[in-house]
T-cell receptor, first 114, second 113 residues
Framework: KNEVEQSPQNLTAQEGEFITINCSYS?????LHWLQQHPGGGIVSLFM???GKKKHGRLIATINIQEKHSSLHITASHPRDSAVYIC????????????????FGKGTKLSVKP | DSGVTQTPKHLITATGQRVTLRCSPR?????VYWYQQSLDQGLQFLIQ???????AKGNILERFSAQQFPDLHSELNLSSLELGDSALYFC????????????FGPGTRLTVL
C-alpha cells in the first residue's frame, strides 16, 4: 500500500464544473503539498499546508490532520486547468531516507473539456 | 518561471554511459533536492543538499551521486546507465533545510537507448 493515495486517478470535466481531488496519507506529516504538472512536464507548487484551508484564485486546498486527508478544489474549471495534480507529504518519520523529505502520490490526471 | 534552472533539457545516451545533470537553485536558496520521475514509479526523492552538505538520501542508486558546489549549484551524476534509468529528473530548491515550499526546475528528460 502506498503511503500517499490519490483519487481519482483520472478525471474528465466540462468547463465550468467544480472539481475535487482527494489525497489520503498513512504517515505522520509536518506538511502537505499540492503540485501541478503541465503536459510539457514542468512542475509548479500550488500549496503547502499543515492545517486548515488555503485559497489562491480558483483553487482551494484543505487538510484534516486527524483524518489524514486533504482535498484540492477547483472552482469554475477551465481547459487551461488540464494537468496532473500531485499530492506530496513531508513525513515526520524516517521514511524516504530522512525525516522531512517528500513522499508523492501517483497523481490525478485532469482533463477539462470546453 | 520558478527561478530554478536545469541543463540540459533533453539527453539521449546509450547503456553503460555516464551523464551529468546540472541544477542552479533560485537566488538565495540553500537547499537543493533531486527527484526522479519514471512512468512506473512516479516521483521519487533521490537526495538533498543543504549549503554544500548532503542532508538526506532517498531512493538513490549507488551508481548515482550528487554534489553541491560553493556557488550552490548542484550536479547529479548517473553512471553505468541502464534502460530503466530513462526518466525525467527534476531538481528543486528551497530557502531553508526543507521545511519550506520547494520550487521546481523544468526537468531534464534522460533517454537511455
Amino acid at each position: 500500500k502506498n503511503e500517499v493515495e490519490q483519487s481519482p486517478q483520472n478525471l474528465t470535466a466540462q468547463e465550468g464544473e467544480f472539481i475535487t481531488i482527494n489525497c489520503s496519507y498513512s504517515v505522520g506529516i509536518s506538511a502537505l503539498h499540492w503540485l501541478q504538472q503541465h503536459p510539457g512536464g514542468g512542475i509548479v507548487s500550488l500549496f503547502m499546508l499543515s492545517s486548515g484551508k488555503k485559497k489562491h484564485g480558483r483553487l482551494i486546498a484543505t487538510i484534516n490532520i486527524q483524518e489524514k486527508h486533504s482535498s484540492l478544489h477547483i472552482t469554475a474549471s477551465h481547459p487551461r486547468d488540464s494537468a496532473v495534480y500531485i499530492c506530496a507529504v513531508r513525513s515526520t518519520g524516517g521514511y524516504g531516507g530522512s525525516q522531512g523529505n517528500l513522499i508523492f502520490g501517483k497523481g490525478t490526471k485532469l482533463s477539462v473539456k470546453p | 518561471d520558478s527561478g530554478v534552472t536545469q541543463t540540459p533539457k533533453h539527453l539521449i545516451t546509450a547503456t553503460g554511459q555516464r551523464v551529468t545533470l546540472r541544477c542552479s537553485p533560485r537566488s538565495g536558496d540553500l537547499s537543493v533536492y533531486w527527484y526522479q520521475q519514471s512512468l512506473d514509479q512516479g516521483l521519487q526523492f533521490l537526495i538533498q543538499y543543504y549549503n554544500g552538505e548532503e542532508r538526506a538520501k532517498g531512493n538513490i542508486l549507488e551508481r548515482f551521486s550528487a554534489q553541491q558546489f560553493p556557488d550552490l549549484h548542484s550536479e547529479l551524476n548517473l553512471s553505468s546507465l541502464e534502460l530503466g534509468d530513462s526518466a525525467l529528473y527534476f531538481c528543486a530548491s528551497s530557502g531553508l533545510a526543507g521545511y519550506n515550499e520547494q520550487f521546481f526546475g523544468p526537468g531534464t528528460r534522460l533517454t537511455v537507448l
